[in-house]
């Protein structure tokens, strides 16, 4: 039987990350611990991880949207085809921390490239796998970035981290965008609310959908 495939989106300082680590656990003591896998993007595996330390150095300045938008691309197509498909194909239940939303959210909204060329690489990239279910943690800029920058240093802020307010309010109109156009695959949980509140919404919702 194949799979699930549940991804994780939002702004950066989202909560995403401590979210899905919450959900990974839960999710285990209810379903067994070899049924579930947490991956990430830009990662999840060594490829992958390797394509992500070249976007998000803060060295690479000069890095034009476009290969930004081909990295991670590729750093995705090369993920799906090691970890996530096989995951699907033994029937596990896949939490993935960003995939295409991200794109279109960052690249297609934040650096302006707009959606549909960002869509048309990442459909090349994915052969058109979308996720069974996307958790949108909706925060504003403002309040994400001062969670990134409370809990990490400047010189640990990568090169998207340390991008303006403006790109970071457009990353977040962008999502609330795709949401409102896709509102069966995506739920908004509202991310300004407590970690507790926002790990038992998103549990919620990932019940009612599957379980
Ligand atoms: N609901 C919340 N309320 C307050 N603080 C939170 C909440 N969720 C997460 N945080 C804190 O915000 C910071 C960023 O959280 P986290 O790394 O989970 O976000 P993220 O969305 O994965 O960020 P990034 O996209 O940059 O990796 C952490 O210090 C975390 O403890
Ligand atoms: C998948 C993906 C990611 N990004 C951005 C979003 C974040 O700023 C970084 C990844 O870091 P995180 O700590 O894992 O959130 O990359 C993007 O711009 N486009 C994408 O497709």
Redesign the pocket.
């Known amino acids: 039987m194949r799979g699930i495939f549940i991804t994780i989106e939002?702004?950066?300082?989202?909560?995403?990350?401590?979210?899905v680590k919450r959900l990974e656990t839960l999710l285990k003591n209810e379903l067994g611990a070899d049924k579930v896998v947490l991956t990430r993007e830009p990662g999840g595996i060594p490829i992958a991880e390797e394509i992500r330390k070249v976007i998000l150095d803060p060295k690479n300045v000069e890095m034009d949207e476009r290969t930004e938008a081909l990295l991670y691309a590729a750093a995705r197509r090369q993920h799906l085809v090691e970890r996530i498909i096989p995951a699907l194909n033994e029937g596990k239940v896949i939490l993935c921390?960003r995939f295409v939303d991200s794109s279109l959210a960052y690249q297609g909204a934040g650096r302006k490239i707009g959606m549909e060329p960002v869509l048309s690489i990442n459909e090349f990239a994915t052969e058109g796998l979308l996720p069974d279910l996307t958790l949108y943690?909706d925060v504003d800029s403002d309040t994400?970035l001062e969670?990134?920058r409370?809990?990490r240093s400047a010189d640990e802020l990568d090169r998207l981290?340390q991008e303006s307010a403006v790109f970071h309010q457009r990353v977040q109109h962008g999502y609330i965008k795709l949401a409102e156009n896709d509102p069966e695959r995506i739920v908004t949980i509202n991310?300004?609310?407590?970690?507790n509140t926002?790990v038992s919404e998103s549990l919620k919702a990932i019940k009612e959908r599957f379980f």
């Open positions: 939002g702004p950066d300082g989202a909560g995403k990350t401590s979210v921390d943690l994400g969670r990134i409370r809990g981290d991310a300004r609310k407590d970690l926002v």
